[in-house]
């Protein structure tokens, strides 16, 4: 990130866990200490990084006790540092007009494996395919055409010796045309430079943009012309300061340190002071949130926030032993930090949760003293998300009889199961884009397990506009492509998180799928046949992998039944599904030593690592490649197309034993107090109940919302109300199938909003 700095802007950076740094302009209200004219990628010794850093920090070969930017060949890459790709970063104050206004020079450390040298093919220019390059902003949102465009400075063989080499790039003028004519010893009106261009000067060039003829766009179309492919360099858009590796043969590392623009007599000694400590911080709840607040002190250049489930020191922080939960800039518009977070289990209340805020400097170095920025929030209003529940032995019973007739239905599940809901409220992206509406993709799960048994069961009703479930005639059906059509995946720990070195905030330490006593598996919801021939009854998969396995897709013991979701007109609109699995069946058969599962008694719980994705594939005739996304139910940030095998991305589930699960229940209809319950049924079709307890008279409203927050029914409208526990029916028939919000209003002294979903 390289910026000048001026009187309307200044870029700092806030770190993060891995000390990378977010951008952010300065404001002219906003008094921070004046850096002078250098902005600092690298700094010895504190190695601060630019937010998207597609490199990778590694020791220096010279120096153990130093870290440095690796960028590795790839084939025609581009790895570097970026910005927003359609803003970029205004460095036009940084270069002049020609090369007589002069401008700053680019310094950092080089160091290029010899294997580097010699490559050649790439173009006519002298010094072939290697090269530092900066990109500017994309044009419009032509992304995937790379309509950018690029300046190059082209690395001679002479620095690809596998040395360190500091070097000073004086930057070239601002167009391409003052370029060119200063590399003929020029100025732009055709007179003689009084000081011809030499060295490292000559190695720049505009090179536009690259299309299908190459660089500089369509074929015959003259450098600085209209079309988008030959854009001249923007200086006031720099995205992007990239080792380019253009050329698709072999290639090796390219490392940096020291990166920055400025003059030779830039003081870097600003990059690695430490800010003093801050004081006057909040810690509160606002309903279920927990907020974290400070006055900003216009000394600092931004701000920690820490949070643990033990109290935060700095010993802990110094150690590592800490996560930072956010980074707020010293221009941010709100000084505080909400965190919002569901507790597995109602009966886990309340949870103290600790906090600490830590001032950083404009590089993002922080100060070693949080003892008067910490704190502890207890929230007793936390709201509960879907848990794991137990069946008692008749109704678990009833659902191992549907599964053996081949009877789908959540019938025996307890009335009070919360469902987990795979939404447009509570996904995130795993692979391709967000369905357009819950209609699109949404699913509705049930989830339970009897100790008698030793079983676990999974009831689901996933919503499909279009269905691409997998062919009859497909190759390994049940294993190897069950995921690229209509399908469900879940990833579960056999395991309480609390006995792998794991926590209630954090989940699960593992990065990959572990074995023996802490296993973890992945199973595939999976079926044969299409929507013309479904053969109802088959056997789940699960697939998991770890030391010392080699194997994957093994079939388990359990079954799965399943049917089509059908409107009141017969079309299909998705599918529902009943899986049974025994514990035992849970160990991969080449390690018998992965230790059994034993639930939860029915006085305790335990809290295991779960996740639900859904796939979707709208192309019946298909094949798995065809896939168009994959949705899943962890609302974690590190989640992403690889949680099938990383259950660090995996929720943390409560496994609830029966008395547990009452006590939780009853708590929400006690005499005294207001409570709004969870529909019943639900998923519903076209009618459900709502229950909701008043300790004292008030006026009531009683509203239903769709996802849009768009009020679609008012039940109860200002109606006073006596004590007691109340129940109203709503029906939906005249509404779409999807998801819906109720809302209780109380007067003044309640309000609670919960989520239904109407399957028609």
């Avoid at 009618?687 to 008030?698: K, N, R, W, Y």
């Amino acid at each position: 990130m390289i910026a000048r700095v001026t009187t309307f802007g200044r870029m700092l950076f806030a770190l993060t866990a891995f000390v990378l740094l977010l951008p952010f302009f300065h404001t002219a209200n906003a008094q921070a200490p004046d850096l002078g004219e250098e902005f600092i990628i690298f700094v010895e010794g504190t190695n601060v990084l630019l937010p998207s850093f597609d490199g990778t920090a590694v020791t220096d070969p010279m120096d153990p006790n130093n870290t440095v930017a690796r960028f590795q060949h790839g084939g025609w890459a581009a790895p570097g540092f970026r910005w927003d790709s359609e803003v970029g970063a205004d460095m036009s104050s940084m270069v002049g007009a020609t090369v007589a206004d002069g401008g700053a020079s680019l310094f950092l450390k080089l160091l290029v494996d010899p294997s580097m040298a010699g490559q050649t093919g790439c173009g006519t220019t002298t010094f072939d395919c290697l090269a530092i390059t900066l990109f500017d902003k994309v044009l419009g949102t032509e992304v995937t055409d790379n309509r950018e465009g690029r300046l190059k400075w082209f690395i001679p063989d002479d620095l690809r010796d596998g040395n360190w080499h500091s070097i000073e790039i004086p930057l070239p003028p601002s167009t391409g045309a003052a370029q060119d004519s200063a590399q003929a010893g020029k100025n732009v009106d055709g007179t003689a430079l009084a000081t011809p261009l030499s060295g490292l000067a000559m190695n720049w060039e505009y090179v536009g943009g690259w299309s299908g003829y190459g660089w500089g766009g369509t074929a015959g179309t003259p450098q600085g012309a209209a079309d988008p492919n030959w854009q001249e360099f923007e200086w006031d858009a720099v995205r992007g300061i990239t080792i380019h590796f253009d050329w698709n043969g072999e290639g090796s590392d390219v490392l940096m340190d020291d990166v920055y623009i400025g003059s030779s007599s830039t003081d870097l000694g600003s990059a690695v002071s430490a800010p003093a400590a801050m004081s006057g911080v909040t810690f509160g709840t606002n309903a279920a949130s927990n907020v974290v607040s400070w006055a900003h002190n216009p000394d600092f250049g931004g701000y920690n926030v820490y949070l643990d489930e033990a109290a935060i020191t700095q010993a802990r922080i110094d150690a590592s032993d800490v996560s930072i939960f956010a980074t707020v800039p010293f221009n941010a518009a709100d000084f505080s930090v909400t965190h919002d977070f569901q507790i597995p289990h109602g009966s886990l209340l309340p949870l103290d949760i600790y906090y600490a805020v830590a001032s950083t400097n404009l590089f993002g170095v922080a100060n070693s003293d949080v003892s008067n920025s910490s704190g502890v929030v207890s929230n007793t209003e936390m709201s509960e998300q879907a848990y794991i529940i137990e069946i008692d032995d008749a109704n678990a019973d009833a659902i191992f009889n549907a599964v053996a007739s081949e009877t789908v239905s959540d019938d025996a599940f307890p009335a009070k199961t919360i469902p987990f809901m795979v939404d447009s409220s509570h996904w995130s992206a795993s692979e391709g884009a967000l369905p357009d509406n819950n209609t699109d993709v949404s699913g509705t799960f049930k989830v339970g397990f009897n100790r008698s048994f030793n079983e676990l069961y999974i009831y689901g009703e996933v919503t499909d506009d279009v269905l691409g479930l997998q062919p009859g005639t497909t190759a390994d059906n049940i294993g190897g492509t069950g995921w690229g059509f209509d399908s469900v995946e879940l990833g579960w720990g056999a395991y309480d998180v609390r006995n792998a070195s794991g926590s209630l905030l954090a989940g699960a330490p593992q990065q990959s799928f572990q074995r023996e006593a802490t296993p973890d598996y992945q199973m595939r919801i999976s079926w044969l046949g299409d929507e013309a021939a479904l053969d109802p009854g088959n056997t789940s998969t699960f697939i998991t992998t770890g030391t010392g396995e080699t194997g994957e897709g093994e079939s388990v013991g359990g079954r799965t039944v399943m049917a089509l979701l059908e409107d009141g007109a017969g079309a299909n609109i998705g599918y529902k599904f009943l899986t049974v699995y025994n514990f035992a069946d849970f160990r991969f058969s080449g390690n018998a030593t992965d230790v059994p599962f034993t639930p939860p008694s029915v006085d305790d719980l335990a809290l295991v690592p779960f996740n639900i994705a859904i796939n979707d594939n709208d192309n019946a005739a298909s094949t798995a490649a065809d896939r168009e996304r994959q949705v899943q139910w962890s609302t974690k940030p590190t989640a992403n197309n690889a949680w099938w095998n990383t259950p660090s991305q995996w929720m943390t589930v409560a496994m609830v034993g029966t008395s547990v699960t009452a006590t939780a229940n009853e708590e929400e209809v006690l005499p005294g107090e207001f409570a709004l319950q969870q529909n019943y049924p639900n998923p519903f079709n076209p009618s459900t109940s709502i229950a909701f307890t008043l300790p004292q008279s008030e006026n009531v409203t009683l509203s239903v919302y769709n996802v849009l927050g768009q009020k679609v029914a008012t039940l109860i409208s200002g109606q006073t109300m006596n004590v007691g526990t109340h129940t109203v029916q709503f029906d939906a028939s005249s509404l779409a199938s999807g998801m819906y919000l109720y809302r209780l209003d109380a007067g003044s002294s309640y309000s609670k909003t919960h989520t239904m979903m109407l399957m028609k």
